[in-house]
Structures are given as structure tokens and as C-alpha cells.
């Protein structure tokens, strides 16, 4: 027996606020930027440098800065400050189990093909 599709008013109410869904929009639009995911690929592995990053990514310190200065103002990474330096790191398990979903399911998406 199939279940009946669920009404629109039950829709609609499933769909996140406005507010929700503007935010939702702009990580997912910073995650958008191969930089970026590159920096976050090397936090997967754990609290690093901007210097560190920089090399592991090939990318210039200014660059590594500019990324973690946004990624920072909406929570994706955290920075521990050591004296003069910061060691970054992903801002919690919920950021970490999405870069790692995304990867999964890229290698599924590959695997298949």
C-alpha cells in the first residue's frame, strides 16, 4: 500500500524560515569556492597554521587569511590563539561529518560511473 503524497500545507511547513534558509544559502555558498574546500580538507586532519595551510594548499598566506576570516565569521572554523598564532580548526562535528558526507558521496558518485 503506497502512502498518499504529503499536502502542501505539510510542505510548506517542512521548508526552514526565511532566515534559516538565507544562511543554509550562504554556507553552502562559501563551501562553493575550491580554495576554501582545500583549506578545509587540510582541517580534517586537524588544528593547523595559516602558514601550514597555505603550503599544504598552494595558496598564498593572504589568500589562507582572507578564506579563514570568512569561514570564521560564519562558524565553519575556529582559531586558538598560541601568543602571536592561531592554530585553526573545524568549528565542530557538524561541519566535519558534512565536508566528510560531500566526500563520500563523490566517491560513491564516482564509483558508480
Given at each position: ?58 595558496q ?46 563523490i ?7
Open positions: 500500500m503506497h502512502k498518499p503524497p504529503p499536502s502542501v500545507e505539510h510542505l510548506h511547513d517542512s521548508i526552514p524560515d526565511d532566515h534559516t534558509v538565507l544562511h543554509m544559502a550562504d554556507i553552502f555558498s562559501l563551501l562553493g569556492d575550491p580554495g576554501r574546500i582545500r583549506i578545509l580538507a587540510a582541517l580534517l586532519n586537524g588544528s593547523l597554521r595559516v602558514r601550514d595551510l597555505a603550503a599544504a594548499t598552494h598564498s598566506q593572504s589568500s589562507v587569511s582572507h578564506s579563514l576570516r570568512l569561514l570564521r565569521a560564519h562558524h565553519v572554523v575556529t582559531a586558538q590563539r598560541n601568543g602571536r598564532e592561531a592554530h585553526y580548526e573545524l568549528a565542530d562535528q557538524h561541519v566535519r561529518e558534512l565536508l566528510e558526507l560531500a566526500l563520500a558521496h566517491a560513491h558518485e564516482d564509483h558508480d560511473h
